[in-house]
C-alpha cells in the first residue's frame, strides 16, 4: 500500500520542538496537504512512510515547500489509485516532516512526527491530491480533581507498560521514556503504543475527554501489560532452561 508505515519503532518528539512546532501550527493553520492512509498517528510519535505513488510525491513536495508539515487522516479503506478523501468532521493528526531521503524514480522515504490533531472543516481541492481546511482539536478542560485522580491511578500501569514494550523491542514503543508531564499528552502517547485496532485507536484519537479517554484506556493498558510481562517471564526462563515454559525448572 501506498505510504505504508516501515518497520521500526515508534519515537517521541523532543517537547522543545513540538512546542514551538504547535505554536507555528496554530500561528498559520488553514489549508494542508491531507495523507489518507489506512493508519492512525498520533501527536507525539513518529511515522516512517515510503512513498512511491505519483500523487502522493507531489504531496510530499507541496508539503516540504508549505510549512514541512500535511495531515493524516486514517481511512480504513485507503488503497493505491484510489480516492479516498477526509470526510468533514473528520478526525486526523497534523504531521511534520523531519527528513525526506530521495530514491530511484522520485520514490522517497519520509520521517514525520505526530504533532497536533485536527479536524476538516472543508475540502479545498481533491486534485492531484486532497487539500482540505482543518481546525485544532484539542481535550476539553476537565476539573482538575478528578483528571488528577485519574491520571494518577493509571500512571504506573502505564509506565510499566511501555517499560514492557520496549523491553520486548515492539515497533509501536516509544524509545525516549522522558514522558510528557500533562494528561492529555502522556494519555495520546500511551494509546499511540497500544497493541489494538486501528478502529478503536481512532475512537481514542477523536475523544475530547481525557478523563474518558483514560478510562477506556484502562482495559487495553490491562490486558497488554498482562500479556508482555507473561512474554517478558517466558523469555528469562528460556534463557535459564533452553524452554522457555512457565514452571519448568
Known sequence: MEGRPREGRAYRCDLTCY????????????????????TVLFPGAILPLHIFE????????YAVENGGMFGLSYRSDA????ETPPELGSV????KINAVVPLDDGRMNVISTGLLRYRVVGIESSTPFVVARVEPLTDDLEPGADLSHIFDDMADAC??????????????APINQDLPD???????LVCSA???????????????STRLRFTRMRQHVTAALSEYTDRITIQQRAKGNGHGKIGQQ
Open 19 to 38: 512546542n514551538l512546532c504547535v505554536a507555528e501550527i496554530l500561528e498559520h493553520l488553514d489549508a494542508i496537504a491531507i495523507f489518507p492512509l489506512a
Open 194 to 208: 497500544l497493541p489494538i485496532d486501528n478502529e478503536t485507536k481512532q475512537t481514542l484519537l477523536e475523544m475530547t
Open 159 to 172: 509506565r510499566r507498560f511501555l517499560e514492557a514494550a520496549q523491553a520486548l523491542d515492539e515497533a509501536s
Open 79 to 82: 488503497a493505491i489509485g484510489r
Open 54 to 61: 505519483e500523487r502522493y510525491k507531489k504531496m510530499m513536495k
Open 92 to 95: 486526523g493528526c497534523i504531521a
Open 182 to 188: 500533562d494528561a492529555e499528552s502522556f494519555s495520546l
